[in-house]
């Protein structure tokens, strides 16, 4: 589990490309402090395995469901990413629960400047955009983000200057492709009351279906 703070800004130090698979070697500094093999370290907001350690460089597989979903198959050699390790139990959790697998990817729209603020208007498919709320939460590149905007196929985020320095979204203009995860809460509540649907064969959400979902 991650957080969607990000730790630094990584580099793509190689990528071996495969028929329908990729290995890439990521440099970094800070996150090497106790980064051990198996470990997982999120990428650009996709959770991967340290399968190889090398110094300050980590060699991480990439299956194809992978490259599908994320922009992750776009990178290259000299890419910067964005990295974080996994939680530690007794870290303070300061953005949202972030899982590292990925819904889906987005299209930046606008990047426009507002006094010290960057907003962010990002496109998505309908199936993102079914969990995105106002003031609710978002990953964009694995950034723990909050929705200030919310339409039908697009949303915006206003980005204070400390997450634009020091993560890869201030290289990001419009037409950049990004990954997007949904808040996960989101996913499970909509999962148990289709569940107590079918179960009851009743429409729409009630008071006690809330109830017996834990709500």
């Not at 196929?153 to 206003?158: K, R």
């Amino acid at each position: 589990m991650f957080t969607g703070i990000i730790e630094e800004i990584g580099v793509i130090a190689g990528i071996t490309r495969g028929e329908k698979s990729s290995v890439l070697q990521i440099k970094g500094e800070k996150i090497f402090g106790d980064l051990r093999k198996g470990d997982s370290v999120a990428v650009n907001g996709v959770c991967l395995t340290a399968a190889k350690i090398q110094g300050n460089t980590f060699d991480a597989d990439v299956m194809c469901e992978t490259l599908n979903r994320s922009s992750l198959g776009s990178l290259h050699t000299g890419s910067r990413v964005n990295l974080e390790r996994a939680m530690a139990a007794d870290g303070r959790f300061g953005g949202h629960i972030v899982s590292g697998h990925i819904d889906g990817t987005g299209r930046i729209l606008e990047v426009k400047r507002e006094d010290n603020a960057v907003w962010y208007r990002v496109e998505a498919p309908e199936r993102i955009m079914k969990y995105i709320v106002e003031k609710g939460s978002v990953a964009i590149d694995g950034i723990s983000l909050t929705v200030a905007r919310a339409g039908k196929q697009e949303f915006s985020v206003s980005v204070i200057p400390h997450t634009a320095s020091h993560t890869v979204l201030s290289e990001r203009f419009p037409g950049s492709i990004v990954n997007l995860e949904n808040d996960v809460i989101g996913k499970y509540v909509e999962k148990l009351l289709g569940t107590e649907r079918e179960k009851k064969d009743t429409p729409g959400v009630t008071m006690e279906l809330l109830w017996k979902a834990g709500y």
